[in-house]
């Protein structure tokens, strides 16, 4: 094939997208800041408030048209940029709006809102940004505060927390995330968990372990106390697990490619009862990959009826079906 692959041929995705949210000061911003060569895009005037060792080069945002400068800045500056830093992505969405609203004031309605039309024109705005950053073969972050939803359920009151992410917007990002993170304190330590929860929401597409403890990088008298890299180590891992599923796509794919050649090649209940003894083992020794038990065996039932054999049930074997 051309420019359809298999799923063993598919390349791994160079660049990672997630996003963090949590608790007001638990270090969401340092934490974001730990990504590999990372530049931050400061709309919340978080940078104040990370350990001076462990501070990036920033953007403080003052407008929005100042972000797309950025970009360019970082491409012929700082090409050795590997992630952007947008925190947060509720303040930049406000950047946003201001900026509909200064170029077009049609957009804004007489409570100070955006107009339905404005909305659409951020959201497309929104989207545009994060295939910008993504065709430039940069990693984003998005640092999100956290708001809590109350639901009833079984006539009880149920707080869910959820990213603080203005409008529709939010499933716009959502979906296109790799990873979302819940960071939170248990007892005295900071942990931020991926794993998908009842009462908050997470995206965890790598099988990182659930409630993962954040390094301590700045000791009580507020020194750096550590190097601040936790998010190069996940994103490590989410580029380790990619390769991983292909290699192991490429695996399931030659097993069941071989095996359908082997039942194709079965001319004989002889043949047939071998080949029932060949899927026994591999089932004792648990050699099937992903569904392949299920295809070949659908393949061998298929091939089965081809040759007219039938099952019999007390001696356990295939034979040649009785001429009515």
Known sequence: MGLIKKPSELEVKKTISLMIYGQPGIG????????????????????????GAHRVPTLQVASWEQTDEAIKEIKEEL????????DTVGKMLDY?????????????????????????????MFVNFVK???MLGMNVVFIAHEREDRRQENGQDKVVKR????????????????????????????????????CYYAKNTCNLPKDMVIPVNVDDKGEAAGANDFLCTIIDKYEEAQKKNI?????????????????????????ANAFMEVLKQM?????????????????????????????NKEKSCYEPAQAA
Not at 32 to 48: E, H, R, W
Not at 177 to 190: C, F, H, N, P, S
Not at 247 to 271: C, F, H, N, P
């Open 247 to 271: 290699a192991k796509t490429g695996e399931y794919e030659k097993l069941v490619d071989r095996l359908k050649k082997e039942v194709a090649g079965i001319k004989s209940a002889e043949q």
């Open 163 to 198: 990213p603080e992410v203005g409008g529709s917007s939010a499933n716009d990002l959502i979906k296109e995330l790799d990873l979302v993170g819940y960071m939170q304190a248990i007892g005295k330590k900071r942990t931020i968990t991926f794993d998908i929860d009842e």
């Open 283 to 311: 089932d004792a020794k648990k050699e099937h990959i992903y569904n392949s038990r299920l295809i070949v065996r659908e393949a061998f039932s298929e091939r089965v009826k081809e040759l007219n054999l039938t099952f």
């Open 132 to 134: 910008k950053v993504s």
């Open 79 to 86: 090409p050795e940029t590997q992630t952007i830093v947008i």
């Open 28 to 51: 969401k911003t340092t934490l974001g800041c730990s990504a590999p060569n990372a530049v931050l895009f400061d709309y919340d005037g978080g940078v104040g408030r990370i350990n």
């Open 96 to 124: 946003m709006s201001d900026y509909i609203v200064r170029t077009d004031p049609k957009m804004q309605q007489r409570d100070g809102s955006l107009s339905l039309k404005g909305y659409g024109v951020r959201k497309n």
